[in-house]
């Protein structure tokens, strides 16, 4: 009963998405205003029934329901609830379901606060949002139904894939799809634009709060993704380059340049039709990351499906989007108006500089992502591109992105002074030429290293610089610069924050690749290794019956310098139901690094093949993904954002002089 | 400036930029593309030893060693097979008569030496292209394996 009820709802929420997608529509063409009052109602009816399908979904899962097959093929008695509950999207069909229901949220979310967007395209809007969800209603109930019954309900399930059982999978891909499917509203709003023909700084300020809640949960996503990757895989990696990797970094290198020419367009009314190609864009590319994972063209631990009639319906599904996007682009943009003139050396000129270079890094990522399969659909080659590509692609864009980055927020709009940044700088510079000096002489490590502390730490102290600046820290008693600090907008605070988590991940990248160290041994009891200013002694062995897996562990104590500072114990996981093993790597947190010891096989004899790692700063490139977010909260809390543009200034509300932004 | 001029810059700066992008992925692609091949293929055509390049089959039954953290085995695609030596720790599912996939290097001896083992995770999962090489050979059964799953590496 429930499976059919979750099966009707969104068959009803399809219904619901048609008559979205279509009446108001039609009403904002014609000004029939009562046509244009559907959208926000049938948002929330939409939004409504794919919950009730989606909450059907999670009873059969948690109840253990075999009857429905993709619970059979996924799901255990006997795995704990908080798992019974994920593997509802640790498949294909159930992720799809989680995808149309935050898609469902948004638009929903759109419908209810977006009051101050004028009711023509905040009915386009909704109808453009629409068709995206239609037609993944569509390949869900066509290809993907997770709701589709066994004839004989067998008495246990397969149970879940046990490296998805763990906490990851109940962050990585609901944030990951909040920010894939967040970019839909952009999208939504830059069809919308087109379809009107007109757009204005204000529209840009009633898109950035949408860009800017997907770009935060897509920069959290990404980062949970990666240090699951690291502490479950067992072999310590934090990114790969692999192709699923790239296909979630593209859209956030597309939405974050998406963010920061929003912001031109916004302050300077420059830049429009550029920002409504990269909105296009950021969602094409969320699009094509889904149809990369998905269809199963590509192999690697996400490739869920593998039945080709769904990778030809998402094919379909990007074709009609990007290319009706793009058409739609190339049809209407040269219709808008141009905006507002600037000098090269500007904040403007420092933000076009920003999205050249990630949008570069960007194609440079999707050339390489990309090449394999074309190359193979026009040759038969078969050939794979590895790290070092991106890493000499991406690498050298990136490192002169973000020498840029500490200029641009201290450069004025319209005609900025270099001179004068770079000397408001100096101090900044000092301290990373003194960073790189003390590498070289410390360290004596290559110049990849120096280079990188270097660049790293110019970037945070050049966003210290620019609060300071602000608050005029240098100049003014302290109580004024705090009472300035205070009344500083929040999204000058949030670029801060961006900025130095930017440079946080960076420091973390160069400390955990430049100065790791690794030894991979075989061991017995008893034996002992050293690595770096620690040893290691493997004291023994013990065995644990988990609910649905029997573990092995090793227990190794830990020294540094001859003192005991604590025990790690990895293991060996078993699980019978797929006869499946997996590595539990044991972590140590030293400050902000980490020792890493993962085991191999366990021979006969009670020799233990055994991985160790020391990570240096590499919890670093995690807290800075969480800063950069936390930035982009502080920038979506700024008042402008929640004021909206419309509506007339009081005229006290606003302080009389208010910094420059 | 003018407009004009200003719009000029912008698009040298651009066409700068993109020019150094494109240089750098000509001369990055260069290093870092592996060509995949079934033991079949190196048998039949001379590669060169060094150069870097994927391998991929099933492990063959009973060769597979391991000394600690020394492994070899055998991969084979049903028609020829080629030894392979690993320093390190091998996935989970390495295992005899299961897919694989490696990266590394022909040396003199006709020896594959890998420094990545990538193996199935999954008992339904097969690389695609094992699967595809074995089809070639003729050793593969339809349905004997689906691709639902997921891979390991250990570099």
């Known amino acids: 009963m429930i499976p059919e009820l979750g099966h009707f709802a969104l068959v009803l929420a399809l219904a619901i998405a048609l008559v979205q997608?279509?009446?108001?529509?039609?009403?904002?063409?014609?000004?029939?205003?009562?046509?244009m009052g559907v959208a926000a109602p049938t948002a929330l009816a939409q939004f409504g029934f794919v919950a009730i399908s989606f909450a059907a979904l999670v009873a059969c899962y948690v109840t253990s329901d075999f009857s429905v097959a993709t619970v059979f093929e996924n799901s255990h008695s006997a795995m704990p609830l908080i798992y019974k509950f994920t593997s509802v999207w640790g498949n294909h069909e159930g992720s799809m379901l989680l995808w149309v229901l935050i898609l469902s949220v948004f638009g929903a979310l759109v419908a209810a606060f977006g009051s101050n967007i004028p009711a023509t395209l905040k009915a386009t809007v909704l109808s453009v949002q629409s068709w995206v969800a239609a037609a993944f209603y569509i390949f869900i109930l066509a290809t993907s139904n997770p709701f589709v019954r066994m004839a004989q309900a067998p008495f246990e399930g397969r149970d879940l894939n046990p490296i998805l059982q763990d906490f990851g999978l109940a962050v990585h891909p609901p944030m990951l799809y909040l920010g894939y499917v967040g970019f839909s509203i952009s999208f939504a709003f830059a069809i919308g634009a087109l379809i009107e023909g007109r757009i204005d700084a204000a529209w840009a300020r009633w898109v950035r709060p949408w860009t800017l809640i997907a770009w935060i949960c897509l920069t959290l996503g990404i980062a949970m993704g990666s240090f699951w990757a690291y502490y479950t895989l067992g072999w310590g990696g934090w990114w790969y380059w692999d192709p699923v990797e790239n296909a979630s970094f593209?859209?956030?290198?597309?939405?974050?340049?998406?963010l920061h020419s929003a912001l031109v367009m916004e302050k300077r009314e420059a830049l429009k039709v550029w920002t409504i190609l990269l909105a296009i864009l950021t969602f094409s590319l969320s699009l094509i990351g889904t149809f990369l994972v998905r269809s199963g063209v590509l192999t690697s631990v996400h490739a869920f499906a593998s039945d080709p009639m769904r990778g030809i319906f998402i094919l379909a599904i990007l074709v009609l989007f990007i290319g009706g996007g793009l058409a739609l682009f190339a049809w209407r943009a040269p219709l808008l108006k141009q905006g507002g003139l600037f000098?090269?050396?500007?904040?403007?000129?420092?933000?076009?500089?920003?999205?050249?270079?990630?949008t570069t890094a960007c194609a440079t990522v999707f050339v390489g992502t990309l090449y394999p399969l074309a190359l193979e659909a026009m040759t038969g080659a078969k050939i794979s591109v590895g790290a070092p590509y991106f890493d000499w692609t991406f690498g050298p864009l990136f490192i002169i992105l973000m020498i840029a980055v500490p200029f641009g927020p201290l450069l004025a709009w319209k005609r900025g002074d270099l001179k004068g940044v770079t000397q408001r700088l100096t101090a900044a510079f000092a301290l990373a030429v003194i960073g790189v000096l003390v590498v070289c002489v410390v360290e004596g490590r290559p110049v990849f290293a120096a280079v990188g502390l270097g660049v790293a730490t110019?970037?945070?102290?050049?966003?210290a610089t620019d609060l300071f600046e602000r608050t005029g820290l240098w100049r003014a008693p302290f109580p004024i610069a705090a009472r300035r600090a205070v009344g500083l907008p929040r999204s000058a605070w949030g670029t801060a924050f961006a900025h130095i988590g930017l440079g946080i991940t960076l420091l973390g990248i160069v400390g955990e690749t430049q100065w790791g160290s690794e030894q991979i041994v075989s061991l017995r009891q008893g034996d002992k290794v050293a690595l770096r200013h620690y040893d290691f002694t493997f004291e023994g062995t013990s065995t644990r019956n988990g609910p649905n897996y029997s573990e092995k562990a090793v227990h190794?104590?830990?020294r540094r310098n001859g003192e005991v500072i604590g025990e790690m114990v990895p293991s060996k996981r078993t699980f019978p139901a797929r006869d499946m093993t997996t590595t539990e790597a044991a972590l140590m947190t030293r400050g902000v690094s980490q020792l890493y010891v993962?085991?191999?096989?366990i021979s006969q004899d009670g020799a233990v093949a055994v991985r160790i790692y020391h990570k240096p700063l590499v919890l670093l490139i995690w807290l800075g993904a969480v800063v950069m977010a936390f930035g982009g909260a502080l920038s979506l809390s700024d008042r402008r954002l929640r004021v909206g543009a419309p509506k007339p200034a009081k005229a006290?509300?606003?302080?009389?002089?208010?910094?420059?932004? | 400036m003018t407009r004009k001029q200003r719009r000029l810059s912008l698009i040298a700066v651009g066409g700068v930029t993109l020019a150094f992008a494109a240089g750098l992925m000509g001369w990055a692609f260069s290093g870092s593309i592996k060509f995949f091949n079934s033991p079949t293929d190196l048998a039949e055509k001379h590669v060169a030893p060094g150069t870097r390049i994927r391998l991929g089959g099933l492990v063959v039954n009973g060769s597979l060693v391991k000394n600690g953290v020394d492994v070899r085995f055998e991969v084979t695609d049903g028609k020829h097979a080629v030894p392979v030596t690993y320093r390190g720790i091998t996935p989970d599912l390495l295992r005899d008569g299961q897919g694989v996939v490696v990266d590394g290097t022909i040396d003199g001896t006709g020896t594959f030496r890998a420094d990545t083992v990538l193996a199935k995770h999954d008992e339904?999962?097969?690389?695609?292209?094992?699967?595809e090489a074995l089809k070639k050979e003729g050793h593969w059964k339809e349905g004997e394996a689906n691709q639902t799953g997921a891979a390991t590496r250990t570099p």
């Open chain 1, 250 to 258: 593209m859209p956030w290198l597309a939405g974050t340049a998406l």
């Open chain 1, 21 to 35: 997608s279509t009446v108001p529509l039609y009403g904002a063409r014609t000004g029939d205003a009562a046509l």
């Open chain 1, 652 to 661: 006290k509300s606003k302080p009389a002089l208010q910094p420059a932004e």
């Open chain 1, 556 to 558: 190794f104590v830990v």
């Open chain 2, 124 to 131: 339904r999962y097969m690389p695609r292209e094992v699967a």
């Open chain 1, 458 to 463: 110019f970037v945070i102290a050049g966003a």
């Open chain 1, 598 to 601: 993962s085991l191999g096989d």
């Open chain 1, 343 to 358: 000098a090269p050396i500007s904040r403007e000129g420092a933000l076009v500089i920003n999205n050249l270079f990630l």
